[in-house]
């Protein structure tokens, strides 16, 4: 039952094979015997089920759509109303949130479940989801690696069939990079596609919520509920929304697919360079056709994001000070005392690391140093995709420069874990739609993800080339658990 798609299970619910109840109850059961990989920060048995039950009769009336009754595991950084809403953070360990954010709101009209709030790096700033105050997530392919961050809990509930789909959002690669790391299909929309309406910010020019499920499939019927102007988000775009399942079958002769020479050189790691010129072969086999393009500036990206994203962050989370809501220091003086020491006690090392760095950017006299010439930089990464895109239909190239690694690598190295978005970060700065997508293990049995870049809004596209590779393939049906 664990291992069906979104589709079989909709189809076993419309025959009645199984009812969303008992649905339901399997994959809490899951959840509950698999705690140990410690991927949900909350899990919401008794409203889950009251929720099956009233999409029992939306099936019994005929009034199904296609998620209805299917449950569904949420990144704890969705305000998601009468339930914890964390972040992974102990600054919001006792916040309830009084409402829904836009995208939960979406999925609950839908009658789909809500199993519970995935555990994530804190404020999804990580990229191994070490820094969450609830504690580590486990990778079920290997429980000594990460999974990936920082929407490692909802690719660790994913991967070890806890839920058959769940939600994550990427900044600058926090869906891909975790997808790679547990072998699943992870998209990042474009920039406005999705709300982020009650989505709790970390950089908010860059951050945007998308699907995590084991097929492109699967992530086009989440994508379709996702998707959508709404006006309580000013960056949200008012744009139609195709079907994103209408072209999935779409035939692949003479698509372009570029690949950048800064990207596939001597820097990339052997083994995985040749997994994903593998999955490249597949392509042509499928009528598509290879070309080298050149991002000359995307080696910049990681310095340029780790100035831009810190800077946003420094501001967002100027909002968490004890005095509305949230956790407050125990013992204060006054106003500005309790000010220091809430925020002292209540954020982790890698939340205060990137507070300091963004104050400082943007702080009087290195403002135009760094802050202003990032910005600048991100333009001109921005402009390199323009250009490459006048060669080719979509980008490819490894998701990671490696695969998951073991707990503690690099957590004295800051740097080292940055380095790790190195192919990601330049998507999110130029607001551009990728996906990651299973394409073989490594010498150790770990997943190598492959990731597809594409146009402003194009996700149906990146959608049909990612699904066409898995006709063929069976890397995203393999299966830790």
């Given at each position: ?44 048995r ?90 580590r ?13 920082s ?32 072998g ?44 959508g ?29 570029g ?7 001597d ?24 070309v ?17 994203a810190?800077?946003?962050a ?82 490819a ?49 770990l ?35």
């Amino acid at each position: 039952m664990h291992k069906k798609s979104l589709q079989k299970l909709a189809l076993g619910l419309a025959n009645k094979d199984f009812s969303t109840i008992e649905l339901t109850q399997y994959f809490l059961d899951r959840i509950e015997a698999h705690q140990d990989i410690n991927a949900f920060i909350t899990v919401d048995r008794e409203g889950s089920l009251q929720q099956a039950a009233a999409a029992d009769k939306l099936l019994s009336a005929g009034e199904a759509q296609p998620l209805t009754g299917i449950p569904l595991a949420h990144k704890d950084i969705f305000c998601t109303d009468g339930l914890r809403t964390s972040c992974g953070s102990k600054m919001l360990d006792n916040f309830i949130a009084p409402y829904d954010a836009t995208l939960i709101r979406k999925f609950r009209q839908t009658g789909s479940i809500i199993l519970g709030k995935t555990n994530m790096d804190e404020f999804a700033m990580g990229s191994s989801n070490e820094t969450s105050y609830y504690g580590r997530v486990l990778n079920p392919w290997n429980k000594e690696r990460v999974p990936g961050g920082s929407s490692g809990g909802s690719a660790a509930a994913v991967a070890a069939h806890l839920a058959p789909a769940a939600t994550g959002t990427d900044t600058g690669g926090s869906i891909r990079q975790p997808a790679s790391f547990c072998g699943l299909t992870g998209l990042k929309p474009s920039y406005g596609r999705v709300s982020r309406y009650g989505m709790i910010a970390f950089a908010s020019s860059l951050d945007q919520a998308g699907p995590m499920a084991h097929s492109a499939a699967d992530a086009a019927i989440l994508l379709q509920t996702m998707s959508g102007f709404d006006e309580r988000d000013s960056t949200s775009v008012d744009i139609a929304v195709p079907d994103f399942s209408e072209d999935l079958e779409n035939n692949l002769e003479g698509l372009k697919i570029g690949m950048p020479v800064e990207f596939f050189n001597d820097d990339l790691d052997p083994g995985i360079a040749s997994i994903i010129m593998n999955a490249l072969r597949e392509y042509e086999v499928l009528g598509a056709k290879l070309v080298d393009i050149s991002l000359p500036n995307s080696h910049l990206s990681v310095p340029c994001y780790y100035v831009l994203a810190p800077a946003e962050a420094s501001s967002n989370l100027s909002r968490f000070d004890g005095a509305r809501y949230g956790y407050r220091t125990a013992e204060y003086d006054d106003l500005l005392d309790m000010y220091k020491k809430t925020r002292a006690e209540g954020f982790g090392d890698e939340v205060k690391r990137r507070i300091m760095i963004g104050a400082y950017a943007l702080s009087a006299g290195y403002y135009d140093a760094y802050y202003l010439k990032a910005q600048k930089i991100r333009r001109l990464i921005s402009d390199d995709f323009t250009r490459a895109f006048e060669k080719c239909d979509v980008i490819a190239s490894p998701t990671a420069p490696e695969t998951a690694f073991r707990f503690g690598d690099k957590s004295d190295d800051p740097v080292a874990m940055y380095l790790n978005d190195i192919y990601t970060i330049s998507v999110n700065l130029a607001g551009l739609p990728g996906i990651s997508i299973p394409a073989g293990l490594d010498k150790n049995n770990l997943p190598v993800g492959l990731q597809l870049i594409g146009q402003y809004f194009d996700e149906a596209g990146l959608l049909n080339v990612a699904h066409r590779y898995q006709q063929v393939t069976d890397w995203h049906t393999l299966s830790p658990l």
